[in-house]
């Protein structure tokens, strides 16, 4: 079975530019997750999807991030224009059922951002 | 405030011996816990998870035990193997209301090195 699908794996970008990020969950999950890691620490979460509603969104800059899953299948995250302090790891995971249940969380590899 | 502690950033022990790991949470809400192994460049695998209705549960070499009173949680491994060597996060989660609600809180992380 396929794992959670991710890309691009790296990008190196300048300040100010926009960028974007895919992700494909694992097959039949309904929950997506978006999480960035900065270096040296744990992951922390952005977004969090049931289907295609984002029910959790606090964490979340929106005046420059923003996400979608339009479908409730894959997703994408976009940060415009993009900063030096965004320079992280940022991992999707996907879960199989919704989130009141003690569900595991599976990760992607996570794309990798550089802001020059 | 960090509610998922991990106060040992490095831990190094000789192949064929126990790695325990360990992990301290503030939140009472928390009760379901998991483990996940960080390889570099990769995203996070999960390990072995744990309810806050048990205070044990084991898959092979490895066995998580849980401190419900002392609010913390332990990963043993045994034996150590070589290939065990990575980042080991430990994470938890809460299905009742509050901001902990349908998010995985990790703590930062600790480095095992498993010495041939």
């Known amino acids: 079975e396929a794992g959670v699908v991710q890309s691009p794996r790296y990008k190196i970008i300048e300040k100010k530019q926009p960028v974007a990020f895919w992700c494909n969950p694992i097959s039949g999950h309904n929950t997506l997750y978006w999480y960035l890691q900065n270096l040296g620490q744990g992951p922390e979460l952005l977004i969090r999807?049931?289907?295609?509603?984002?029910?959790?969104d606090s964490q979340l800059p929106k005046d420059r991030f923003s996400a979608e899953r339009l479908k409730g299948v894959d997703s994408t995250l976009k940060i415009q224009p993009a900063e030096l302090g965004d320079s992280a790891v940022y991992l999707c995971?996907?879960?199989?059922?919704?989130?009141?249940?003690?569900?595991?969380?599976?990760f992607g590899p996570g794309t990798r951002l550089l802001v020059l | 405030d960090q509610q998922v502690k991990q106060n040992s950033p490095s831990l190094s022990v000789q192949e064929g011996r126990i790695s325990i790991l360990n992990c301290d949470y503030t939140?009472?809400?928390?009760?379901?816990f998991l483990w996940y192994k960080k390889y570099p460049a990769e995203g996070p695998t999960f390990l072995i998870s744990i309810s806050s209705i048990k205070d044990k549960n084991e898959d092979g070499r490895f066995t998580v035990f849980l401190n419900k009173s002392a609010k913390h949680l332990s990963l043993h491994i045994v034996p150590s193997q070589p290939g065990d060597s990575a980042v080991y996060f430990c994470?938890?989660?809460?299905?009742?209301?509050?901001?902990?609600?349908?998010?995985?809180?990790f703590g930062q992380g600790t480095i095992l090195t498993v010495h041939p």
């Open positions: 939140n009472s809400m928390f009760d379901y």
């Open positions: 999807y049931e289907n295609e509603e984002a029910v959790d």
């Open positions: 995971a996907s879960s199989e059922g919704l989130a009141g249940a003690q569900e595991t969380q599976y």
């Open positions: 994470a938890a989660s809460a299905r009742a209301g509050g901001t902990s609600y349908g998010k995985l809180t």
